[in-house]
């Protein structure tokens, strides 16, 4: 760890801060998706044998699979698991959105929330099963009606993962990672129904495929390495501190740790405890102020507030994925109820985590008597007519003055 002052060291906390350069994979990802959409299932399982060393025989795994799986979960785990889902559930149930209508002088005019009808949704593999991001994106998926849900996640997948999969009713699983997998879900293949939607964090080629696939496809968001901020004065305590920053380490390299503090005394005592975080960063600024204008500035995914008064501190922020007050951010990845899918890399200011609302999609509704269409044709053939355009005049005109 090292510290920095604001604003003398300006420019190296600019630096630290500089988005990762990740447009140098793009001519790769671009290739796996040709190869996918005009190969279909053999391009993707060539390509699972060059990356994760496994040579598939098919990509879906079978139902019996999934279901035998959830018997391989320990009893007590599988308890822990359904009391983490209630409170996802429980949570992402106040997210949604609701259909609306209103009526005035025979006019009539809303919004119809619909779910998305099928979603493809990626597990990330590794040494451990992801079971909390399976939890994260499957159950508000399912809150907001999604009907057809398909899991992808890279080989051999863990049984924990299949045995929440059958928990959660999921039977549609692919064992199949990396770009590939996004190319699979979004354009579909012999053995893949193409999807509406994919979610779900990933790795840098994950993240690339998501870019380019969309348009074709809906995306949740752009999910970059894991980040953390946190605020804090001299009544923090700085073990407190300095777990939040180790625990990003986590998450392997790439992620963002970073403690502002106005105490020099806490900066040095933290620095001292994370000795073995060698890419985190303590900034020391003047002021909470200077602080809490450098927060919004980062846009954090997850911002701690360890203040003496962080409801204060809270009220100031306006950009973070999400924001702790006192609570370590361990509470949100596994069993709060918000899921962990958060904007990363300062996407913050504009865009928020997924959420059932994700899953979700509106359509406009709008109804209008002949009188009531008479009453307000005025502005609107006006501005139809100062658009240059005409035939939308006439369609109004015509629908409004009495033919003889």
């Not at 999604?146 to 863990?158: D, G």
């Not at 406009?364 to 139809?384: G, M, N, Q, V, W």
Request: glycine fraction near 8%.
């Amino acid at each position: 760890m090292k510290i920095l002052s604001l604003p003398k060291d300006r420019n190296e906390i600019d630096s630290y801060l500089k988005k990762p350069f990740l447009d140098k994979e793009i001519g790769v990802v671009s290739e796996i998706i040709s190869s996918v959409q005009s190969k279909g299932d053999e391009a993707i399982i060539q390509y699972t044998e060059m990356f994760d060393g496994i040579r598939l025989n098919s990509l879906r795994v079978p139902k019996d699979e999934i279901k035998d799986s959830l018997s391989h979960i320990d009893k007590k785990d599988l308890a822990l698991i359904e009391r983490a889902c209630e409170n996802i559930r429980d949570f992402q149930s106040q997210t949604l959105s609701s259909s609306w209508t209103k009526e005035l002088n025979g006019k009539v005019v809303g919004e119809e929330a619909m779910p998305i009808e099928r979603v493809g949704l990626y597990i990330p593999g590794g040494n451990f099963p992801l079971i909390s991001t399976l939890l994260m994106t499957v159950i508000p998926a399912q809150v907001a009606g999604v009907q057809e849900i398909a899991i992808s996640s890279p080989p051999s997948i863990n049984s924990y993962i299949l045995g929440t999969c059958g928990l959660l009713g999921i039977t549609e699983v692919y064992q199949m990672g990396g770009a590939q997998a996004i190319a699979g879900l979004a354009y579909g293949t012999e053995s893949i129904k193409r999807v509406d939607m994919i979610a779900g964090p990933g790795n840098i080629y994950v993240t690339l495929a998501k870019r380019q696939v969309y348009g074709d496809v809906g995306i949740d968001l752009l999910a970059g390495p894991s980040e953390v901020v946190v605020i804090a004065d001299a009544k923090a305590e700085p073990y407190s501190v300095a777990n939040e920053l180790l625990a990003q380490a986590e998450h392997g390299k790439g992620y963002l740790a970073i403690l502002i503090a106005d105490s020099l005394k806490l900066a040095e005592e933290v620095k001292e405890l994370t000795k073995e975080l060698m890419d985190g960063l303590v900034i020391l600024v003047e002021d909470m102020g200077s602080g809490i204008g450098l927060v919004n500035e980062i846009a954090p995914e997850h911002l701690v507030i360890y203040t003496e008064n962080p409801m204060k501190v809270k009220k100031k922020i306006k950009n973070a994925g999400a924001i702790f007050l006192s609570t370590p951010v361990a509470i949100g990845d596994y069993i709060a109820g918000p899921s962990h899918t958060l904007p990363t890399g300062g996407s913050a200011r504009f865009s928020s985590g997924l959420s059932a609302n994700t899953f979700q999609k509106k359509t406009s509704i709008i109804s209008y008597t002949k009188d009531s269409l008479i009453r307000e044709s005025e502005p609107l053939i006006r501005i139809a007519e100062l658009e240059g355009l005409v035939r939308h005049k006439k369609s109004v005109e015509d629908k409004v003055v009495k033919k003889s």
